[in-house]
């Protein structure tokens, strides 16, 4: 029997807004469907088409109020667990991210024998850029 991760989800504030960002990372839409007013919004990387990143807006039918505004309020804070995007050269991919906008919160660091940076999208969700070895 096999298993595979096949979408792995981000809670964002606009999924417009996501989607554009993460356009900046290289991603393209695999999946963009509603459901009056879900939206299933998936993203993948031509680079690991088997993996997708769901773009998702807490709100119902799945969460009610107080839980959209409090998953609103965690991801904005950066409280979410980062993700981890590897790299062939973590500088030369800080240059050209940081030309087409994407904001880092830390610049490439040398630790460990590797090269990190990092950066957030829109909504708070954090990320490491890491040097691949």
């Given at each position: 029997?096999?298993?595979?991760?096949?979408?792995?989800?981000?809670?964002?504030?606009?999924?417009?807004?996501?989607?554009?960002?993460?356009?900046?990372?290289?991603?393209?839409?695999?999946?963009?469907?509603k459901?009056?007013?879900?939206?299933?919004?998936?993203?993948?990387?031509?680079?690991?088409?088997s993996?997708?990143?769901?773009?998702?807006?807490?709100?119902?039918?799945?969460?009610?109020?107080?839980?959209?505004?409090?998953?609103?309020?965690?991801?904005?804070?950066?409280?979410?667990?980062?993700l981890?995007?590897?790299?062939?050269?973590?500088?030369?991919?800080?240059?050209?991210?940081?030309?087409?906008?994407?904001?880092?919160?830390?610049?490439?660091v040398?630790?460990?024998g590797?090269?990190?940076?990092?950066?957030?999208?829109p909504?708070?969700?954090?990320?490491?850029?890491?040097?691949?070895?």
């Open positions: 029997m096999t298993q595979n991760i096949n979408v792995v989800g981000l809670y964002v504030r606009d999924q417009d807004e996501a989607l554009a960002f993460y356009g900046k990372l290289g991603f393209v839409v695999h999946t963009d469907v459901n009056g007013n879900y939206r299933w919004l998936t993203v993948q990387h031509p680079d690991q088409p993996l997708q990143l769901g773009l998702f807006k807490p709100g119902p039918p799945v969460h009610d109020a107080a839980t959209t505004q409090t998953l609103n309020e965690i991801v904005a804070k950066g409280a979410m667990p980062p981890v995007l590897t790299v062939d050269n973590c500088r030369a991919a800080y240059d050209r991210l940081l030309g087409r906008g994407v904001e880092f919160t830390q610049k490439p040398e630790r460990y590797k090269v990190d940076a990092g950066f957030r999208d909504s708070g969700n954090g990320w490491k850029m890491i040097e691949a070895s």
